[in-house]
């Protein structure tokens, strides 16, 4: 008697003859602007470890670093465009993108690492998530870059007069870029990935940036001063595109998700672990650092940038915000 052909097909499978089918292996790419060995890095090999382990190895994510696929406003424009697949970003170039973001970017708004994450991480942080899906993209969890600190090869920075005159580097951000202009800073927006080489050649003074970023960037090698003003903190976020989102299962939305819990955790980790070591490291290569200044004068010296803030994100968003415990 013949055996019908699938009748025999699943004879074989029981005899272990024939290999089950597996699904397929969907690739996506992610994309960050500083080196693996940051507060970044370790935040997407977590995420994509985390998505293979969650969908059984159906998700893989491809890591990419130091800008390999373009700086963070590429790596945004990306996103949003579906060239690429997810980024972790600091909100620098985000207000270009999603204006409502950029009343995170106020400075001295938060008051320390507690504060900000109860604020990204509570009904605030996810109210700002929603605005993202109109605009092609969506963010699955609020990371962190850290607070930001001056650094310059002219001279220390003690007071806000200390500032006038210097050529700083600073991210695209119009909040920022507001306000280093009330210190007398000569702001000059650049992408990260030229930030080294245009401090070496001397085409910047200096920058800013939390600890993390000036040590996994190695910028003690090209600035003499380092100053912990604290002046902002920086948020980033995981984005991905929203097609490619679409696309997902509602279970693989919650691996995708969960995964991004568990990268949000390691890069806030790592940069408690670099906040703890960073200053007696840049100190022992060298670097002269302010630790203690007067933040009250320098929030003084921005009384006009914050006259401007509340006309244009309205004083009550504002304290909501800094009054939120």
């Known amino acids: 008697m013949r055996i019908p052909a699938p009748l025999f097909a699943l004879a074989l499978f029981a005899l272990g003859a024939l290999p089950l089918p597996t699904a397929a292996q969907t690739t996506m790419k992610i994309n960050i602007s500083v080196a693996q060995n940051s507060h970044y890095g370790v935040a997407i090999d977590t995420f994509a470890r985390?998505?293979?382990?969650?969908?059984?190895?159906?998700?893989?994510?491809?890591?990419?670093?130091?800008?390999?696929?373009?700086?963070?406003?590429?790596?945004?424009?990306?996103?949003?465009?579906?060239?690429?697949?997810?980024?972790?970003?600091?909100?620098?170039?985000?207000?270009?993108?999603?204006?409502e973001v950029a009343i995170l970017d106020i400075p001295f708004l938060f008051r320390d690492y507690a504060h900000a994450r109860a604020v990204l991480d509570g009904p605030i942080g996810q109210e700002l998530l929603q605005k993202f899906p109109p605009k092609g993209m969506v963010g699955l969890a609020w990371a962190e870059n850290g607070f930001r600190h001056m650094t310059n090869s002219k001279r220390p920075v003690n007071l806000p007069d200390d500032l006038?005159?210097?050529?700083?580097?600073?991210?695209?951000?119009?909040?920022?870029?507001?306000a280093y202009k009330q210190f007398g800073i000569l702001p000059t927006p650049m992408a990260f990935t030229e930030v080294f080489t245009a401090l070496q050649q001397g085409t910047v003074d200096g920058q800013e940036n939390p600890l993390s970023?000036?040590?996994?960037?190695?910028?003690?090698?090209?600035?003499?001063?380092?100053?912990l003003t604290g002046h902002v903190y920086s948020p980033a976020i995981i984005l991905m595109n929203k097609g490619q989102w679409d696309k997902l299962s509602s279970s693989d939305k919650q691996a995708f998700l969960d995964a991004a819990k568990e990268a949000v955790k390691a890069n806030r980790t790592r940069i408690d672990d670099d906040e703890r070591k960073?200053?007696?490291?840049?100190?022992?290569?060298?670097?002269?650092?302010?630790?203690?200044?007067?933040?009250?004068?320098?929030?003084?010296?921005?009384?006009?940038?914050?006259?401007?803030?509340?006309?244009?994100f309205g004083q009550d968003n504002i304290d909501r915000i800094r009054n939120y415990k």
């Open 164 to 178: 006038k005159g210097l050529k700083m580097r600073t991210m695209e951000n119009p909040i920022h870029i507001e």
């Open 213 to 227: 970023v000036i040590t996994a960037a190695k910028l003690d090698q090209v600035q003499k001063n380092l100053t």
């Open 50 to 99: 985390e998505v293979e382990a969650r969908t059984n190895g159906r998700y893989k994510i491809q890591t990419f670093y130091a800008g390999a696929l373009g700086a963070e406003r590429e790596s945004v424009e990306g996103v949003q465009l579906g060239t690429l697949d997810l980024t972790l970003t600091s909100t620098g170039p985000l207000p270009n993108f999603v204006p």
């Open 278 to 312: 960073a200053v007696a490291d840049l100190r022992a290569k060298g670097m002269v650092i302010v630790e203690n200044v007067d933040k009250a004068k320098f929030q003084a010296a921005l009384a006009p940038a914050y006259a401007d803030y509340a006309k244009r």
